[in-house]
Each structure stands twice: as C-alpha cells, then as structure tokens.
C-alpha cells in the first residue's frame, strides 16, 4: 500500500504554479509548417500575462543624445570633466590592444592612474595598483574609475606589454611640443638637447653582447621638458643605411688590438678589449639609428640641437639643416680631419723669425665666465672663429670654437679643452650664447637621466618583457615633464608630498597641461 507524501503548501504557491503552466501552454503551441516545427516565443504571451505592461503604448523614438543625458543623470554627472576629455583626445591615437569583451577600465583612466601613481612617488607596476586601490571614490572618480574599483596589477602588465610605445610616446609627444613651440620661432631660439641612456637593470636579461644603450632622448634646455624619446631596437644594430662618416670612409671604428706586438700577452685581456670595442660600435649604430628617426618626429624651426661627439656626422648634421634647424656638437677623433683642422686653427702661433713672415689669422672673439659650486672654482672661456667656413667641406659649417675649462680641486688646477663646431653664424650666435648652449647640454644628464635613476628607480626596474620597459620608460619621462612643466624644481620633495597628498598629483595631470597650453 503506497503511503502518502504530504507537502507543505500554501495558496500562493498554488497560483503561481497555474499561472506558470498557462504560460507553458500559451507558450509551447506549435505548428506544422514546411515539414518544421516552430516554437512561439514565449515573450508575447509574458507581456500579455503582466497587467502592468500596456501593449498599445508606442515605443518613443530616443535620440543617441537623449540617452547620454539619461545616462549621466542617473549617475548623478551632470557635466563630463573637460580636463577628462582633453586627456581622451590626447589618447586618441593610441591603439587598445585589448578585446573590447570584457573590458572593465578604459585605456585613459588606466594610463592616468599610472601617472599619478609614479607622480606620488610609485614608480613600479605593482605601486601603481596598490596606490590606486588606496585611494579614496573621490579621486578615483577623478582618474576615470566612476565604480570605484581600479585594476590589479596583473592587468597593468598586460596592458603594458601589448601596448604600443611608439603610439603612446607621439601622444604626448604632440602635447608637449605644442608647448615648447608656442614663443620661439626666431633661429636658435630653443636649444635642446639629445643623448642616450641605458636601463642597467635590464642587462642582466639580455644577451652577453647586446647594445648597451635603450633609449635616447631629446629635451628642452630651458624647461627640461622631454619633448620625444625613441627606443632601440634590435634591427638598429644591424642597419646599413645610415652608416657612420668612418664606415663611410672604409675606415675602422675602433683600433685593432696588435697581437705581434705582445706575443707573451694575456689573451684574457685582449679579448675584454675587443669585446669592449664591439659594443662600443653597437652603441655607435643604435644611437645614431634613433636619432635619425628623432630628428623626422619634430619642427626644428627655431631649435638648435646639441650633443657630444657621437652625434657629430655629416649625414646628421645635413638632415638637420634640411629640417630646418641647426646644430653644435663637440669634435672630438672619432672626427680625425676635422679634429685636427680645429687644432691647427687654434694653436698658439709660432714667432715670426723675420718681419713680413707668420700667419695672419682672422680676428676672434672670446668669453669667459666664472662660477663656484661643489666645492670647486671654475672658470670657462670660448674662442670663436669664422676661419673654416669655406675651407671646410662640412655640412652647414659656419663657426667653430675652442671651448678651454679650468677648475680648481682641493687646492690642485685641472684643465681640460674640447673643440665644437656649429651651423649658427656669428650674428645669431655671440660667444657667450655658444658657451650658455654648451654648458646647457647637461641639462638631459642632470635634470633627466639622473632623476630617472636616483628617485624613479629606473636602473632598478627589472621589467624588460615585451613593450613593458619601453611603456614605463615612455611614463617616467611624461612623469618629470609635468612636474618640469608645473614649475617644480625638486622632483623628490613633490612627490613625495604628493604621497601624502593625491589631489596634488591630480592638479599637476589637469592644470599643468591643459590650463597653461
């Protein structure tokens, strides 16, 4: 005898489930049509079943407009910040490597975050998430992320190794030439300057005979704001199209070590100096290589671009004079004809034995400035001549100078003598200009690259996978143009008040760009 199952049900329950089986059947009614069965959708007869839903109702025709403006209401944003959508307009370039399924942060507001991480003095991926996981809504909203959440550190690294830096590097590049250019149109108006650097960090995952040189970047002697930086790739090894003025002439790079002269010699050392002397031609290429790409990425009306010996090439020096602009590069042997022209010009002359005889030398012009720190006098002067312009087939050669320091060291005088050579003529470029131009070349060594090192971390970051250094590399510069750009002068002190402080970080991303642009 079968026993009975009791359930426990009320009469709400009971209605509900006649209700569903009315739709069931409602529902699941098919009809034979073409040898195929065909479902009815079950979406009429649910809107017939809801009382409160009016079939009659015409649905009203809303604009795209219509339904931002809803959508910002019931966000409660009434207005999208302008220095928001600025930023989206710099960024607009940039290419999203990312599938758009499943995207939770867009590339502005993670590409700010990064900012104003590295701006409050967090300079590393996995910094960077956790200072913008501490933040409060408030400024969270103000970077982009209105639900509050901002992305792990995970997802920074992916972002940034599929990112493109030479994309993300012309972004800002348009930002910040748009703001060096704006007053300085007359011939060597704006000096700037260019040099490579090396992210030593990086060495270690690379080959035993790779390039020692990563980046090489150009900046603004005034300011100190970098205005491009382009990356060295591993093709600009290799490359043979822009040889250097050695290669050219079928000449070495560098000196062969004489194995006769030493035949008890260690050939420890002389494969240490031969390994040396590869690399050092490597790093003659890879410079030489971006810096020909730099130099098609800029306006040079107005500027001026100086740099040590390395730079100093015919085919470089002539690029720049058909782009417009000129140049002042030191000389040094890996230049031997002129080198030794400019030692000629600028030795002591001889005493004539008889009257009538010696060298009559156009008149020179000279300067001399004299300055203390670092514990140390020091004293500078320049010699300037017209002499070789004319007599010598470089490119666009109007000056050259001999450029003489002496300083004085616990108590001991040193001195030391370069030779440059310059596309300025003597109207637009006086003594002490030149001399002003040649001591503010350093300024990439001092108020970039040693920035970059000691309080970014850069020579410590170990990111070398992909695109990621060159994406970091790209934003640490960014970092110190802004700081440069609001007027800072200690890049350490400010950052690290903008550790304590994040809505400082997010005025130095909002008025330093777009308020004073």
Request: charged fraction near 30%.
């Amino acid at each position: 005898m079968w026993g009975r199952r009791k359930y426990k049900c009320s009469i709400t329950d009971v209605v509900r489930k006649e209700q569903a089986l009315q739709m069931l059947r409602a529902g699941l009614m098919r009809s034979h049509k073409e040898n195929g069965r065909v479902t009815k959708s079950l979406f009429f007869d649910r809107m017939r079943f809801n009382k409160k839903i009016d079939l009659s109702r015409k649905k009203r025709q809303m604009k795209y407009t219509e339904a931002i403006q809803k959508c910002l209401k019931e966000r409660e944003i009434e207005k999208e910040d302008p220095r928001l959508r600025d930023w989206q307009q710099a960024f607009a370039q940039v290419k999203d490597p990312r599938r758009k399924q499943g995207q939770r942060f867009t590339l502005t507001s993670m590409l700010l975050l990064a900012l104003a991480a590295i701006l409050s003095n967090h300079v590393s991926e996995l910094a960077i998430a956790q200072w913008g996981a501490g933040q409060s809504d408030e400024v969270k909203k103000g970077l982009g992320f209105e639900k509050g959440v901002t992305p792990h550190q995970t997802t920074i690294q992916r972002l940034f190794r599929t990112l493109s830096g030479e994309e993300l590097e012309a972004a800002f590049r348009g930002i910040f030439l748009q703001m060096v250019e704006q007053d300085k149109q007359e011939r060597g108006a704006c000096a700037v300057a260019i040099d490579g650097k090396a992210q030593r960090g990086r060495l270690k995952f690379e080959e035993e005979e790779s390039y020692p040189v990563h980046a090489v970047s150009i900046v603004e002697h005034e300011t100190g704001i970098v205005l491009t930086q382009g990356h060295v790739e591993r093709k600009d090894t290799e490359t043979k199209s822009k040889p250097t003025d050695q290669e050219a002439e079928g000449k070495p790079t560098h000196k062969k070590t004489d194995k006769k002269r030493d035949p008890t010699g260690n050939k420890s050392e002389q494969k240490g100096e031969k390994k040396e002397n590869e690399q050092e031609a490597k790093k003659q290429k890879s410079e030489l290589a971006v810096a020909y790409r730099l130099i098609l990425q800029i306006d040079w009306k107005g500027k001026v671009l100086t740099g040590d010996a390395l730079y100093c090439q015919r085919c470089l020096c002539a690029a720049l004079l058909l782009a417009g602009g000129d140049y002042l590069f030191l000389v040094q042997g890996n230049q031997a004809q002129l080198f030794e022209d400019l030692r000629l010009l600028f030795a002591p002359l001889s005493v004539a034995k008889r009257a009538g005889e010696g060298i009559l030398r156009l008149p020179e012009q000279e300067a001399q400035t004299t300055g203390k720190g670092h514990g140390r006098l020091e004293m500078r002067s320049i010699r300037v001549s017209s002499e070789l312009k004319g007599y010598s087939d470089w490119p666009g050669l109007e000056q050259v100078c001999e450029i003489r320091r002496r300083w004085q060291s616990k108590g001991e005088w040193h001195e030391e003598v370069r030779y440059a050579v310059t596309s300025l003529p003597a109207t637009v470029a006086i003594p002490e200009r030149l001399l002003k131009l040649k001591r503010g070349h350093w300024t990439i060594e001092n108020r970039l690259h040693y920035v970059k090192d000691v309080t970014l971390g850069e020579d410590r970051s170990t990111v070398h996978v992909d695109n990621g250094p060159k994406i970091m590399a790209t934003l640490r510069n960014t970092a110190v143009s802004l700081l440069r750009r609001a007027g800072v002068s200690t890049i350490a002190a400010r950052m690290r008040y903008n550790c304590g402080h994040p809505e400082a970080a997010l005025q130095v991303l909002s008025l330093s760009l777009f308020e004073n642009a």
